[in-house]
């Protein structure tokens, strides 16, 4: 168990776009989900924590206005990047862990964004 | 600001020996950790976690040990494969008194095993 899914895996867009990226839960239950940005060779850094029913709590230096989360039920959060410019192209990961526990938290596939 | 870092960026190991990778972490009020393993282009996967009340977990051919009083944990892997290559993170769980939480990542540190 405790399997998450990203779609889509790969995306390319035109500058100005928005993507949408969906993460989901597949059997089980989040009320918590965290999205994450990975450049080559580097870390993984927090961009925001969602909340099912409630808005996202965003780390410093990330735009909420650029970086639309919406959790609207416990399996489900989008992360929409809006106006899409070339510096946005990045890997995305989101990633969850069981309602009623912040242990063992299981990513998805991530999805490789390339803004051209 | 804490962070959790890393000693070695990269480290080369021979077909069938040992590993350890090495993490430390700044924030003595973590109370859990997760060691993840990342493929090229992939997410991390889950390796094995270790709770602030223990000092050492086994799981298949990994080992996690903890030792709170300098705040350092490793990740030791026995009789490392070819498949083992990957890069691997530490994370730390960062609770706070809302409830809420966040994990904060380790710069990372790539294997790589020699046949």
């Known amino acids: 168990g405790a399997v998450v899914s990203q779609h889509p895996s790969r995306v390319i867009c035109k500058s100005g776009t928005s993507v949408k990226i969906e993460c989901r839960s597949l059997?089980?239950?989040?009320?918590?989900m965290f999205w994450y940005r990975q450049f080559p060779k580097q870390s993984l850094m927090l961009m925001a924590t969602s909340n099912e029913g409630s808005k996202a709590t965003y780390e410093q230096g990330v735009e909420k206005d650029k970086f639309l989360i919406n959790h609207a039920s416990l399996t489900l959060s989008t992360l929409t990047v809006t106006s899409a410019h070339p510096e946005d192209s990045s890997f995305y990961i989101c990633s969850a862990s069981r309602m009623g526990t912040n242990e063992k938290l299981f990513f998805g596939s991530g999805t490789q964004l390339s803004v051209l | 600001g804490e962070s959790v870092g890393l000693h070695l960026p990269t480290l080369s190991v021979q077909e069938g020996d040992n590993s350890i990778i090495n993490c430390a972490y700044s924030?003595?009020?973590?109370?859990?950790f997760i060691w993840y393993k990342q493929e090229s282009g992939k997410g991390p996967q889950f390796i094995i976690d270790?709770?602030?009340?223990?000092d050492k977990r086994q799981g298949q051919r990994v080992t996690v040990l903890l030792n709170k009083t300098v705040k350092h944990l490793s990740l030791q892997i026995a009789a490392t494969q070819p498949g083992d290559s990957a890069v691997y993170f530490c994370a730390e769980n960062n609770l706070f008194t809302s409830g809420t939480y966040k994990y904060i990542f380790g710069t990372g540190t790539r294997l790589k095993v020699l046949a």
């Open positions: 270790i709770r602030s009340n223990m």
């Open positions: 059997d089980f239950q989040a009320t918590t």
């Open positions: 924030n003595s009020a973590s109370d859990y």
